[in-house]
């Protein structure tokens, strides 16, 4: 089966928040933020942005890294 494009990020934001949920501080909002910021994201693509502007846009640090890695 092939993902598109915000399915693809919707399950690697998913997988990055399930290994964020075993460890200290763990935000148990942050699924739900991740997936709002892909919604956009993909929304940003689909008019034009290229991948690696809009990850830059809505997500920083080591998510926006892992995302930059899994679309290169």
Same mark, same amino acid.
């Given at each position: 089966?092939?993902?598109? =494009?915000?399915? $693809? ?5 998913? $997988?990055? !928040?399930?290994? @964020?949920?075993?460890?200290r501080g763990y935000n ?8 709002? #910021?892909?919604? !956009? ?5 689909? @008019? ?7 990850? !830059?846009?809505?997500?920083?640090? #080591?998510?926006?890294?892992?995302l930059h890695k899994k =679309?290169?």
């Amino acid at each position: 089966m092939i993902m598109d =494009f915000h399915s $693809q990020l919707d399950h690697y934001l998913t $997988q990055w !928040d399930i290994k @964020q949920s075993t460890k200290r501080g763990y935000n148990p909002f942050a699924l739900g933020i991740y997936l709002e #910021r892909a919604a !956009d994201l993909a929304n940003d693509v689909a @008019q034009g942005a290229t991948i690696s502007d809009a990850i !830059d846009i809505h997500f920083n640090d #080591r998510i926006a890294a892992m995302l930059h890695k899994k =679309f290169s």
